[in-house]
């Protein structure tokens, strides 16, 4: 089975920078190899649906940055440690919400972003408060 815990959620100042991380793991019986998985960045905030905000590769790094977020968010992989981060830079308060981490063996990230009906596991999430 595949698991996925995110970290760095907190409390930081508008304009300030955090860094979210994505420890993935699987039982050492499983024949797919972490570079198969495709990874996924998604955010909810209370009263709004869930939205996709950036995927990666394993396989090559390659990886898209939605619109809303671009030029402030960079998604990035450590291969060899099964982690995933998403570097937020410049937050807004417009950027508090749950952060989740998803993942699935067959999703290939485009330049379409994620959705979230592409991913079969996802973490608890972690919160991320940005104040005025």
């Known amino acids: 089975q595949v698991q996925l815990v995110e970290s760095g959620g907190g409390l930081v100042q508008a304009g300030g920078s955090l860094r979210l991380s994505c420890a993935f793991s699987?039982?050492?019986?499983?024949?797919?190899?972490?570079?198969?998985?495709?990874m996924g960045w998604f955010r909810q905030a209370p009263g709004k649906e869930r939205e996709g905000i950036s995927c990666?590769?394993?396989?090559?790094?390659?990886?898209t940055v939605v619109g809303s977020v671009k030029g402030r968010f960079t998604i990035s992989r450590d291969k060899g440690k099964n982690v995933i981060y998403l570097q937020m830079n410049n937050v807004k308060p417009e950027d508090t919400a749950v952060y989740y981490c998803?993942?699935?063996?067959?999703?290939?990230?485009?330049?379409?972003?994620?959705?979230?009906?592409?991913?079969?596991?996802w973490g608890i999430g972690t919160q991320v408060t940005v104040s005025s």
């Open positions: 990666i590769n394993s396989s090559d790094g390659s990886a």
């Open positions: 998803a993942t699935d063996p067959d999703y290939y990230c485009s330049d379409d972003g994620p959705d979230a009906t592409d991913f079969t596991s």
């Open positions: 699987k039982s050492t019986g499983s024949t797919r190899p972490f570079s198969t998985y495709g």
